[in-house]
């Protein structure tokens, strides 16, 4: 009966006081939920983040080389202790166009199919070689069939590794190596900032080479947390010298390469100086051999000329001998047929005389005739002489000229060849740089982003559970002070000091329990949610993962119980050390006390 009574009474306060008992509870909800909420808020958030990089496969480790990487580095990469996948991109840095065509550089990436898959938000992944998919921080679903242009200004080398002038967009994406809205890093060309993003099929690039190479380890662990740093770091070494390894052999492999090639360009420059020399030797052979012949001809044909100049004379000066003789005979035969004394055998013997002219004359012409054909004969091998002469002069001055240009050809390749010896000596090994997740921009922002909010949660709940504790302090403090007469009566009755103050500390505790529990699945949820949506600007790859905590839960719920029943208890505990006769008499009032403003006379004297 007593015990009913006593419930009854609880029951009762509560009802009666309800004002009181919500202001604790709210007090005490606000207080929970702010705190459980700020806490949670990085847990969710890094929740967050990890499903997502765990979801598309984000790497562990980036490697760049000064020399690219091959297919086989790759499969050597992925065979390193540690590594649980190894998969080579390409990444290429070109001017391009934005909607009003003025002049943005875009980054493209190679589609991998392993690793740091993109999340397609819009549209469809690329199914040609000229295709892509899209930055959604600076493209949108309107820009789905548009083309994205390969600027002219682009340099040789940006051109000759893209494989096409123009790639349309298929689809919006997010991908997990930018996690991070506002940045796309750095690059060379331009004002060096990037605008965005796009990933275009392999096939749509031409490089010979990998320019990265992306892994991820067998073991991890969460993402931030000490166990996933200890294993990347255990990871570390062998890749390293796995990738070092192969730089190496690719070092070996290139300059012995080169080698080959110098010592093959030496073996054919010396062939053909020894085949040029040759051909000099047979060439001027064949020359001197054609000259002599030559001037073997011209010799013979001069003394011919000669000799028939000479026989031409002496024709000649005969001919004019007989012509005269002739001419005398002639006459003496005219003077001798008028005359009377002359006899018949004299003009006979003149007449045989002139007939033995005639017949040398004939044949003097003959001889004449026969040197005029070898005249003519004398004149066509002139000409034929000449004609070789210019030949010969013709042939030696285009042998002179080819081998002239022979000679430069072979000087030209000498030069190659010592050019070819400086650049292989000057090779230099391939310079590995090794990157983590820590280095990618995004993920380091949201890492420290997220502690920012940590940091918050470790400061502001303190304030909020120290109003909470005196508004707790303060209201049980003048709710036992009005209550002080039914106190006393009840320590009259005999009830106990701590069943007296455990109807309080009920009353205080059960209010601090309903709202804990309220504040804290409240705050859990709403306070990340309001957190991320303003994070979203910046972030806002994925929606947010809630994450419950029950220890955390424990220590709201044991921090609330102890705020509001600690001050309830040492209010109680003020009342209760008094004997029931004392608690009965109405407590004296507390010693005036002047304040401030009562100085301030001009001002106090005119308040009412």
Request: hydrophobic share 35%; charged share 30%.
């Amino acid at each position: 009966m007593v015990n009913n009574a006593y419930n009854k009474n609880i029951r009762r306060t509560i009802l009666r006081s309800m004002g009181r008992y919500i202001a604790i509870l709210a007090i005490v909800a606000l207080g929970v939920g702010f705190f459980a909420g700020v806490k949670d808020t990085k847990a969710s958030m890094v929740k967050t983040c990890n499903k997502y990089v765990s979801d598309h496969n984000l790497y562990d480790y980036r490697l760049v080389s000064t020399w690219g990487f091959t297919e086989e580095d790759e499969k050597a990469l992925a065979k390193a202790d540690g590594v649980k996948e190894a998969e080579g991109s390409v990444t290429i840095d070109f001017l391009s166009f934005d909607r009003q065509d003025n002049s943005i550089v875009l980054r493209a990436h190679s589609i991998t199919k392993k690793l740091n898959g993109v999340n397609i938000e819009k549209g469809r992944m690329p199914k040609k070689a000229d295709e892509c998919v899209a930055d959604d921080h600076f493209y949108n679903s309107g820009d789905i069939g548009k083309k994205i242009r390969v600027a002219d200004e682009n340099n040789k080398d940006t051109k000759e590794n893209l494989a096409y002038d123009e790639y349309t967009i298929t689809g919006i994406i997010n991908s997990p190596c930018y996690l991070m809205k506002t940045e796309r890093g750095t690059g060379t060309l331009g004002d060096g900032r990037i605008d965005a993003y796009i990933y275009i099929p392999v096939d749509g690039f031409k490089a010979e080479y990998y320019t990265e190479m992306f892994l991820t380890c067998r073991n991890q662990g969460y993402i931030y947390s000490e166990e996933y740093d200890n294993n990347i770091a255990d990871a570390e070494k062998p890749i390293k010298s796995s990738a070092e390894e192969r730089g190496r052999l690719r070092y070996e492999e290139v300059i012995e390469e080169g080698e080959k090639e110098i010592e093959k360009g030496r073996k054919e420059l010396e062939d053909g100086e020894a085949e040029l020399q040759r051909q000099k030797t047979k060439v001027y052979t064949e020359l001197n051999s054609a000259k002599k012949t030559l001037d073997d001809s011209k010799i013979e044909l001069e003394n011919g000329k000669k000799e028939l100049i000479s026989n031409k004379e002496k024709l000649m000066t005969e001919k004019t001998r007989l012509e005269k003789s002739k001419s005398e005979g002639e006459a003496q035969l005219e003077a001798l047929k008028n005359s009377e004394t002359a006899s018949e055998e004299m003009i006979a013997g003149i007449e045989e005389q002139l007939k033995q002219l005639e017949a040398a004359l004939i044949e003097i012409n003959a001889g004449l005739d026969r040197i005029s054909d070898k005249e003519k004969e004398t004149a066509a091998g002139e000409r034929r002489l000449n004609s070789g002469y210019n030949e010969y002069y013709s042939g030696k001055a285009a042998a002179e000229a080819r081998f002239a240009s022979a000679e430069m050809e072979l000087e030209n390749g000498r030069s190659e060849l010592k050019e070819a010896e400086k650049e292989l000596s000057e090779v230099e090994r391939p310079e590995l740089f090794i990157q983590t997740r820590d280095d990618n921009i995004g993920y380091d922002s949201f890492d420290s982003n997220s502690d920012i909010v940590d940091s918050i949660a470790k400061i502001f709940p303190v304030f909020f559970f120290l109003i909470a504790a005196l508004v707790c302090s303060t209201t049980m403090s003048r709710m036992i002070e009005e209550e002080r007469t039914q106190i006393g009566v009840m320590r009259a009755l005999g009830y106990t000091r701590e069943k007296i103050m455990w109807k309080y500390m009920l009353y205080s505790g059960s209010a601090a329990v309903i709202g804990c529990i309220a504040g804290f699945l409240a705050g859990s949820k709403y306070f990340p949610y309001a957190i991320w949506i303003a994070y979203g600007m910046m972030f806002g790859f994925a929606d947010l993962e809630f994450y419950f905590s029950w220890p955390l839960a424990m220590i709201s719920l044991i921090v609330a119980v102890i705020c509001s029943v600690g001050t309830t208890f040492i209010a109680c505990r003020g009342q209760l050390k008094h004997t029931p006769a004392e608690i009965l008499r109405p407590s004296a009032p507390k010693s005036g006390k002047r304040i401030l403003l009562e100085k301030i006379k001009p001002l106090w004297s005119r308040l009412k």
